[in-house]
């Protein structure tokens, strides 16, 4: 989607098996379409030749996760220092269970996935900023 991270992102993609919590595949989405201008049809394509590649893993939300992710939220969120997201929350319990890195550009993610032992990989943010 032309983002500063877009590179990165693809590489990382391409170097290795990248899993995604099914919650990053909603707001990608939510984000190409409402914010973007994508067509939906477009990003489907995009996400079934990725899929054919095995470049991604989508991984659902159990019930676990689910508890896992609603800890991490209630232990780490601040709404003026640490407004994780529970989206963000099932990311990290994603990350967590299977043992992967996490790649964002969110400062309250990275700063919630360190404190939980995450390895991090610090993206550019929109502006091109690397938190």
């Given amino acids: 989607m032309n983002e500063p991270a ?6 990382l993609m391409r170097s290795s098996t990248t899993l995604l919590a099914s919650v990053t595949v909603a707001e990608v989405y ?9 067509p939906s049809d477009e990003l489907d394509a995009i996400f079934e030749t990725l899929a054919r590649d095995r470049r991604f893993e989508i991984m659902n939300l159990d019930g676990n996760l689910a508890r896992r992710a609603g800890s991490l939220r209630a232990t780490h969120y601040d709404r003026a220092t640490r407004p994780v997201s529970m989206a963000d929350c099932v990311v990290a319990a994603t990350a967590e ?8 550009s969110d400062t ?3 700063a919630m996935a360190r404190e939980i032992g995450l390895e991090v990989i610090a993206l550019p943010d929109s502006s091109g900023r690397r938190p």
């Fill in 97 to 104: 269970r299977w043992e992967y890195g996490l790649a964002t």
């Fill in 6 to 11: 877009a590179d990165q992102v693809e590489e």
């Fill in 30 to 38: 939510d984000q190409g379409v409402r914010t973007k201008g994508f």
């Fill in 108 to 110: 309250s993610l990275i």
